[in-house]
């Protein structure tokens, strides 16, 4: 089976911009997660998304939104984005009845 | 907010020594996870172990968890040049899709 695939890799934005990160998960898994990694705060939990419907979330302001499509695949979306908001974002798929998740190789974010 | 911390936060050892790290945690769990990155890159899972577990192991890989001290032991033994990562331990206090992860430990292996 492939593995998660998070696209794009690497982007670079600048202050006040907003961008759309992408997650398709491992082929019939149903659930997506979304996190945060920087050096200062380390791993964070954003959201999860489960046929469509977000179940969990994380302490995130309300800029940071998400998605998810009815093939599972999945969007994040931070509007006006800060210099804090630099850091590579995470996404992991699990299947129903599965506790571990696996995890994409990430998207870095770079906010000038 | 991180779950717990882990120790040490960086370990150095040569190739083929075992290498120990710690993890502890704050609040009662379902599970404790363990994961390795490779340089900023993405998680690999490495092993689970349930609240009711002690001891687990996978390959060169063992786990201890003890609930009563809210801690957890990654014990990897014969370590190779490939073992230099971080490891990062994951705990699921409700929803097993929502994990808290402790701050890493950098592990370094000399050849």
């Known amino acids: 089976k492939a593995g998660v695939t998070q696209t794009p890799r690497y982007l670079i934005k600048t202050r006040g911009q907003q961008v759309t990160l992408s997650c398709s998960p491992i082929s019939g898994h149903r659930s997506v997660s979304w996190y945060q990694q920087t050096p200062g705060q380390g791993l964070q939990f954003l959201f999860e998304?489960?046929?469509?419907?977000?179940?969990n979330k994380g302490n995130f302001p309300g800029r940071f939104s998400g998605r998810q499509f009815s093939n599972s695949r999945s969007e994040m979306n931070v509007s006006t984005l800060e210099l804090g908001d630099s850091a590579l974002y995470l996404c992991?798929?699990?299947?129903?009845?599965?506790?571990?998740?696996?995890f994409g190789p990430g998207t870095r974010l770079l906010v000038l | 907010s991180q779950q717990g911390e882990e120790d040490p936060q960086a370990l150095s050892i040569q190739e083929g020594e075992n290498a120990t790290m710690n993890c502890s945690y704050k609040?009662?769990?379902?599970?404790l996870q363990w994961y390795r990155q490779n340089s900023g890159r993405g998680l690999v899972h490495l092993i689970l172990i349930r609240s009711n577990e002690r001891e687990k192991h996978s390959g060169r890989l063992r786990v201890t968890l003890d609930t009563s001290k809210k801690s957890s032991s990654l014990l990897i033994t014969a370590s190779r040049a490939a073992d230099t990562a971080s490891y990062f331990c994951a705990t699921d206090s409700g929803s097993a899709r929502q994990l808290t992860f402790g701050s890493g430990t950098q592990l370094t292996v000399l050849p």
């Open positions: 609040t009662s769990i379902n599970n």
């Open positions: 998304y489960f046929s469509e419907t977000q179940r």
């Open positions: 992991a798929s699990t299947g129903e009845y599965q506790e571990t998740q696996y």
